[in-house]
């Protein structure tokens, strides 16, 4: 057994001027946060536990070897006189004082985070707010408010997260589901599978077993129909407070209230603009072979056309536009042009003619006009609206050539149009520019036997990436009708723009693998990588380790280990070093506080990570 020995103890009032931190107190690393937080709990509550200090010899005052996190906050409370003076236990000799200072340090132990929530979730219930919760506990609002949000687990989810048998984010899963039992048997699932491993459950996957049907609030029909549509007929929603996403879980009801609505919407649209008919779709793209599919014939814009001043300034603002060199009011003077090219319906169109509506994968309505129904065919090709189609009926007679003849006059047919081509220069790279430019449905259009595969040239984070918007703006090509037509409308636009697409969509595939072709190119173009890129906390710090972080934060200032400044950044937490190297980089006043001669100045801007250079 092991014998107690009493510790004589003497309470005396100090003055706060006369504390410090005790150089035995080990805590030295603290978060000013969270010493805010307790500066608000000990002003509500008070001081509930006195500091405990030792006189240190050669020094005046009392150094404070047990409470260094409650000093700190009594410093931030000097304005109200009541802890101007504190209650401080007294050590009688170095000895007892590094006792206490291990002591207490040692039996300081942090709640289990299912411990919070059950506790904060108790105390909300008491009528509590998050403030007042934050403030009994000395943590953050923002703390509070996450482990709420888990307050609503059953109780057995929380005993696995408690017994380490699921982990946090597992655990942040179960927070959509309302079914007991269906929680309990898959919670079972999860704990056989762990934490970790290939058997182990993913987020996504142990939610569409807790919500099989459900439909998520991005799914394109519910962003359409909308939350108050679908519950005003009846439809239940849940959350996933984790994605900030809203759950749809009657997905028949939903289908319902968007075919309605759909529906209401092409019928409206077709009044409004004189159209025939409107009929609404629920599939979420129309493909040519859709159309085809319903044997409708198809209408199109009666094309506009420029005079030669308007054709030269046409050309004059699009190439503004491509630069990014346009001004609003150049934008909306090349906008109402275009839209003179681009043509109109005519009255007489739209009398034989309707409409369609989709959704497309974003939620928003598409359209596509000028359709003419099967049973409407006769009469507009009557009217001269509609071209009589060339496709008979009757089951077509076999053709006397063979496939093998076939082929060989296919081939003649391709040699005479290449010997016609090769004579017309811009003819044949603004054909090519307008292949590499569209796409029809799902078809490539194979004018030339060359496609550009996508070539990722974007990081999956943007921050502090800036591509050349002539590599990432789209080309504002509308389909008009059959390729002969798209193709006919796309050269109204001149040679010149079609350089431009060009030139655009093959540098957008520049992916030069041989090292000295590269740098050749690179000082030819004179290249700098952080014209494009700046390192930030997101695109880089944060994902490489601290002692890394660590190491550049002294090489770029050229510090020593044992400098106060490099020790000052060690001591920080992984986040905030990141955050400190982002503003280094970033921050001229940062810099400018830091001292940084010209030379790390220039250190700095070029800087680049191992392997871009």
């Known amino acids: 057994m092991t014998k107690q020995v009493t510790i004589p103890q003497v309470t005396e009032t ?24 307790l500066a608000e709990n000990i ?52 000895e007892t004082a590094k006792i206490w200072a291990t002591s207490e340090n040692a039996q300081r132990r942090d709640l289990h985070p299912a411990d919070e929530i059950r506790d904060y979730g108790a105390l909300e219930k008491t009528g509590l ?105 009846g439809g239940r929603i849940s959350g996933d407070l984790f994605e900030d996403e809203t759950l749809f879980d009657d997905p028949e009801i939903l289908d319902e209230v968007f075919r309605a609505k759909i529906q209401k919407a092409a019928t409206e649209y077709a009044e409004a603009e004189g159209w025939t008919w409107g009929e609404g779709l629920e599939t979420d793209y129309l493909y040519s072979g859709d159309i085809d599919e319903r044997n409708m014939g198809r ?41 003179k090219l681009d043509g109109a319906f005519t009255d007489e169109q739209k009398a034989h003619a309707g409409i369609l509506f989709y959704v497309g994968h974003s939620g928003k309505l598409q359209i596509m006009e000028g359709l003419v129904r099967s049973e409407d065919r006769e009469a507009a090709e009557a009217a001269g609206i509609l071209a009589k189609s060339a496709h008979k009926q009757e089951k077509p ?45 799902w078809q490539r259009i194979h004018a030339y036997d060359v496609t550009l595969p996508y070539l990722p040239n974007e990081p999956e984070t943007e921050t502090g990436f800036a591509l050349d918007k002539r590599l990432t703006l789209p080309d504002p090509v509308e389909k008009k009708g059959t390729l002969a037509d798209d193709f006919k409308a796309f050269r109204k636009r001149g040679h010149k723009r079609s350089m431009d697409l060009l030139v655009r969509r093959l540098v957008g595939q520049l992916n030069i693998s041989d090292a000295d072709l590269g740098g050749l190119i690179d000082e030819l173009t004179k290249k700098d990588t952080r014209d494009t890129f700046t390192p930030t906390a997101e695109n880089f710090f944060d994902r490489v380790g601290g002692p890394y972080l660590v190491a550049l934060w002294n090489d770029l200032l050229d510090l020593t280990p044992d400098h106060d400044a490099a020790k000052a950044f060690a001591a920080l937490k992984k986040g905030e070093k990141a955050k400190k190297m982002e503003q280094l980089f970033s ?15 220039a250190r700095i801007a070029a800087w680049l990570p191992e392997g871009m250079v």
Request: glycine share 8%.
């Open 14 to 37: 100090v003055t706060f001027a006369d504390l410090y931190v005790s150089p035995l107190n080990p805590r030295t690393v603290v978060s000013e946060e969270e010493i805010a937080a």
């Open 43 to 94: 002003k509500v509550a008070g001081l509930i536990h006195n500091l405990a200090g030792y006189r240190h010899e050669g020094k005046d005052g009392v150094g404070v070897v047990a409470g260094g996190r409650r000093l700190r906050a009594l410093a931030l409370l000097q304005d109200d006189p009541r802890f101007q003076t504190v209650q401080v236990q007294i050590a009688e000799d170095e």
């Open 129 to 233: 707010t998050a403030s007042q919760i934050a403030v009994a506990y000395g943590v953050t609002e923002k703390k509070v408010y996450r482990r709420l949000a888990l307050a609503g687990l059953h109780g057995a989810v929380l005993d696995a997260f408690k017994a380490s048998e699921i982990s946090m984010s597992q655990a942040e899963a179960f927070t959509i589901s309302n079914d007991e039992k269906l929680t309990l048997e898959v919670l079972e699932a999860v704990k056989a599978g762990g934490t970790t491993g290939w058997n182990a459950m993913s987020d996504y996957q142990i939610k569409q077993a807790l919500k099989p049907d459900h439909i998520k609030g991005s799914d394109r029909r519910a962003v359409f129909v909308g939350v108050e549509a679908y519950q005003a007929a």
């Open 299 to 339: 209408i199109y814009k009666v094309e506009g056309e420029f005079t030669e001043e308007e054709g030269e300034r046409y050309e004059e603002l699009a190439e503004l536009h491509n630069g990014d060199a346009l001004d609003d009011e150049g934008q909306t003077e090349l906008e109402a042009l275009q839209e």
């Open 397 to 441: 007679k076999k053709s006397p050539i063979s496939d093998k003849l076939r082929g060989d006059l296919d081939r003649i047919v391709t040699g005479a149009r290449q010997n016609a081509l090769v004579n017309d220069p811009t003819l044949a790279l603004d054909l090519l520019a307008f292949q590499l430019s569209q796409s029809q449905g």
């Open 587 to 601: 921050d001229k006043a940062v810099r400018s506080a830091l001292g940084v001669t010209e030379a790390q100045e």
